[in-house]
Nanobody, 126 residues
Framework: QVQLVESGGGSVQAGGSLRLSCAASGHTSSTNWMGWFRQVPGKERAGVAVIDSGGSTVYADSVTGRFTISKDNAKNTLYLQMNSLKPEDSAMYYC????????????????????WGQGTHVTVSS
């Protein structure tokens, strides 16, 4: 019902910046919260930043002050501006969208989100 396609991943040196984009299509009017999550081998997928339909945002402590989530509703596109990147930011980054009325596990919980992109890899070298 909702399709998400991410882009913008790549390799950068520590201290550098990247901007990730997520294009949403389908029945996007059914979504409210959207966000970015990341996962590294051997660890669970973790919330990075989320944004609701009104533009309110929540960030993981590890990225607060460095990352900014935003969206362009007219373009159905979600963004993640990542600045001052650190090697520990290296991960597969996923775009996600919640369906209104779905089960709620918390704003930064991956289990609260129904729709997922394929992921885009980010590598930060020291």
């Amino acid at each position: 019902q909702v399709q998400l396609v991410e882009s913008g991943g790549g390799s950068v040196q520590a201290g550098g910046s990247l901007r990730l984009s997520c294009a949403a299509s389908g029945h996007t009017s059914s979504t409210n919260w959207m966000g970015w999550f990341r996962q590294v081998p051997g660890k669970e997928r973790a919330g990075v930043a989320v944004i609701d339909s009104g533009g309110s945002t929540v960030y993981a402590d590890s990225v607060t002050g460095r990352f900014t989530i935003s969206k362009d509703n007219a373009k159905n596109t979600l963004y993640l501006q990542m600045n001052s990147l650190k090697p520990e930011d290296s991960a597969m980054y996923y775009c996600a969208a919640r369906e209104s009325g779905g089960r709620w596990y918390g704003r930064l919980s991956s289990n609260s989100y129904k729709y997922w992109g394929q992921g885009t890899h980010v590598t930060v070298s020291s």
